[in-house]
């Protein structure tokens, strides 16, 4: 879907792949650890709604921006040790130029970071576990898709996601727990 909105063909779909399991992840755990932390802290269900949407759009922003300066410092540096003037970038038509890997982070994080928040826009009770088990599968399918362009299996690769992503997911309802019953 990414190579698409980018231009690329079949054979260039693994070029982003950093970029998007990088937003991907970022959007889950972030979104979660928002949704965690109301639910730790027992706060109004209905605050994870503005809080969440909230986070997905700055926060993505904020990380397709980071990615941005990111990519174009380095190209920048690149630049400086061949000796080349400053300029607008140049990059090789191959290389990822840093407004696309900016896009591509940006639209993976918003993407993946809705999962969380399903069962609360959807008004599913009981809507922390039912979160709790979006962002399981979320984690498990971001990690098994990068096995269309890895040599790994699927199941290694949602697995591997999966337990880095819910590890986060507990640091952040442990936090919103303790923090909670200090409000």
């Not at 090789?92 to 591509?104: G, Q």
């Not at 990690?143 to 996601?161: D, L, P």
């Amino acid at each position: 879907m990414i190579g698409k909105l980018l231009g690329d063909d079949v054979e260039s779909s693994g070029r982003y792949l950093a970029e998007v399991i990088y937003g991907a992840n970022d959007g889950i755990v972030t979104t979660f650890a928002v949704v965690s932390g109301v639910a730790g802290a027992a706060l109004n269900p209905s605050i994870v709604l503005i809080l969440g949407a909230a986070n997905l759009f700055a926060d993505g922003f904020s990380m397709g921006m980071s990615n941005y300066l990111s990519r174009r410092s380095e190209l920048d540096y690149e630049r400086s040790v061949q000796g080349d003037e400053p300029g607008p970038p140049s990059a090789p038509s191959d290389a990822k130029s840093p407004r696309r890997t900016a896009f591509v982070t940006f639209l993976a994080f918003v993407v993946a970071g809705w999962a969380p928040l399903i069962p609360y826009i959807l008004a599913l009770e009981p809507s922390f576990p039912l979160s709790i088990a979006f962002t399981g599968l979320a984690f498990f399918a971001v990690g098994s898709s990068r096995s269309v362009v890895t040599r790994r299996r699927w199941y290694v690769n949602g697995a591997e996601m999966f337990v880095v992503g819910m590890a986060a997911a507990v640091v952040a309802y442990t936090v919103g727990n303790l923090l909670g019953g200090a409000a």
